[in-house]
């Protein structure tokens, strides 16, 4: 069976490969292979593949952006999102590869790891234009966000196609006695940016145990991009298995 046809995903997984990089960038041999990981993992039934190919090349390099962009050419089903901060080096690669969508991500040169959303309206002057280029080239554009319904319209007032809500702090408080509260926020943002006609993605420190609560909890979300806890898992599981238990969590939802 096709693994796309999956009836009734609502929620597209898109597995981000950075730590698999990460690890074969400690050696010079080339293993783990990205593009096997990729593989295995849209064998599985993933819906999609993400790259952050930061400035330091830490992980995700030039090279990894070029083969995967080459590789999903045989997967037409799968969707390439490339995340990084279009004032650096990330419009190199839209331009070049024309990826299914880019999610704007503002985070410093040598920044540990994204750790918070856009400033908005601080951020638009300089927004528009990079945003108006993508789409020019046909690129879906996502903004990441902290969940603040307030910030809806600046966001919807740019022409983003989505916004990605910046999962951390529902991450960090889930199962503790504050995280109702936590998740009402990412709901209410979410409510807001479906009134305003944007489709929401999400993610960040997103995991097989809390993503069912996250999606039924906060509406609308089209792609959850995961990495950093998938990436653990498939050490332990595979990444068959591990896969396969994330669309479980996502089908449970
Ligand atoms: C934007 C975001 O939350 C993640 O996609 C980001 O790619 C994580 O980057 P690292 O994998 O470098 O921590
Ligand atoms: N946009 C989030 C992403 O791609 C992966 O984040 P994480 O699961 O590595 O925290």
């Known amino acids: 069976m096709n693994p796309f046809a999956q009836a009734g995903t609502r929620c597209a997984l898109s597995v981000n490969v950075n730590k698999v990089a990460l690890l074969r960038n400690t050696r010079h041999l080339g ?4 593009l096997r990981a990729a593989e295995q993992c849209l064998l599985a039934g993933a ?11 830490r992980h995700v390099r030039a090279r990894d952006v070029d083969d995967l962009a080459g590789f999903l050419k045989d997967w037409p089903q799968a969707e390439f999102n490339i ?12 331009r070049k590869h024309r ?7 503002p ?9 918070h959303g856009w400033t908005l309206p601080q951020d638009a002057a300089r927004l528009k234009p990079l945003i108006r280029e993508a789409q020019d080239l046909g690129v879906r554009v996502s903004l990441f966000m902290d969940p603040d319904p307030a910030a809806m319209a600046a966001v919807a007032e740019l022409g983003a196609d989505r916004i990605e809500l910046y999962t951390e702090t529902f991450a ?3 199962a503790t006695p504050g995280g109702d509260a936590v998740l009402a926020g990412f709901k209410a943002t979410a409510e807001a940016a479906l009134k305003l006609g944007l489709g929401i993605n999400a993610g960040h420190d997103l995991n097989r145990d809390n993503l069912a609560a996250f999606l039924r909890a906060v ?5 959850v991009s995961i990495g950093h806890a998938l990436i653990a898992d498939a050490l332990e599981l595979g990444y068959a298995e591990t ?9 449970a939802a």
């Not at 293993?31 to 990205?34: L, Y």
């Not at 990826?99 to 991500?105: E, G, M, N, Y």
């Not at 985070?107 to 750790?115: I, L, M, P």
């Not at 896969?243 to 089908?251: E, H, P």
Request: aromatic share 8%; proline share 10%.
């Open 99 to 105: 990826p299914h969508q880019v999610t704007f991500v």
């Open 107 to 115: 985070d410093a040169e040598d920044q540990f790891t994204s750790d």
């Open 219 to 223: 509406p609308g979300v089209k792609e």
């Open 83 to 94: 995340e990084g901060n279009p004032t650096q080096n990330l419009m190199d690669f839209v």
């Open 243 to 251: 896969v396969k238990a994330y669309l479980r969590a996502i089908a």
């Open 47 to 57: 819906q999609g593949i993400t790259v952050h190919p930061r400035p330091d090349a």
């Open 172 to 174: 960090s408080a889930y």
């Open 31 to 34: 293993i783990p292979s990205v």
